[in-house]
């Protein structure tokens, strides 16, 4: 998982070795004679795998959706068609951990009154470049490119990503849910960092005019 702001979050060591292991076994299994002592032992073995496995990847996903419900107030997800990307890579995603992931950080958020946006299914975020824009047919080798347009060079997940917040951001603006603000503390100085304020018309103020 890659984010925006340039957050990485990868499948913990241990993990991946439990996956291999795993993999391992099954090949093991499916040599053995279906139903025999050996068959029923791998079997065995398999099972209680996979429960550690399940264990593993889901204290990985809260710590991973802690972390980022922790650094920030507004969080855009990509609604992952994970169905259509396990076609193209079948192992990368099949455990689908980043799943995971997004329904505990949309819980989280939605607890901590933070706000958790995801955008459309369809919505290409992949090729755009996050200079100007540009748009560009990548092919899943291609981890890196530069840019047609404007030739800055940049990862593929990260300029996702980017896009992904850029989209959302339209996407919360244009509902009225929150507004882009310069805050005081930051008018003077040259670098600023993004800023939000909730719109006023919230739905306490909305009540209020109705009565
Ligand atoms: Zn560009």
Redesign the pocket.
């Known amino acids: 998982m890659v984010g925006s702001n340039g957050i990485v979050a990868d499948n913990p060591k241990f993990l991946k070795q439990a996956i291999e292991k795993l993999n391992q076994l099954q090949r093991q299994l499916a040599r053995r004679t279906k139903g025999s002592n050996r068959w029923q032992k791998t079997k065995q073995r398999i099972n209680k795998l996979h429960g550690k496995i399940s264990r593993q990847r889901l204290d990985f996903a809260h710590k991973t959706s802690r972390q980022i419900t922790n650094e920030n107030d507004i969080l855009v997800f990509e609604d992952l068609n994970v169905k259509a990307m396990q076609k193209f890579n079948g192992s990368m995603v099949a455990d689908n951990v980043m799943g995971l992931i997004t329904q505990l950080s949309k819980y989280k958020a939605e607890l901590e009154g933070k706000l958790y946006h995801e955008i459309g299914r369809f919505e290409k975020s992949t090729g755009i470049?996050?200079?100007?824009?540009?748009r560009h047919v990548l092919t899943l080798n291609d981890r890196r490119f530069t840019?047609?347009?404007?030739?800055?060079y940049q990862s593929r997940d990260l300029a996702a990503a980017k896009s992904i917040a850029s989209t959302g951001e339209l996407d919360i603006i244009a509902a009225g849910i929150v507004a882009r603000v310069t805050p005081a503390s930051q008018q003077k100085q040259s670098v600023k960092t993004k800023a939000f304020e909730l719109s006023k018309l919230d739905f306490g103020s909305e009540k209020k005019d109705a009565a």
């Open positions: 470049c996050s200079e100007c824009g540009q840019c047609t347009a404007c030739g800055a």
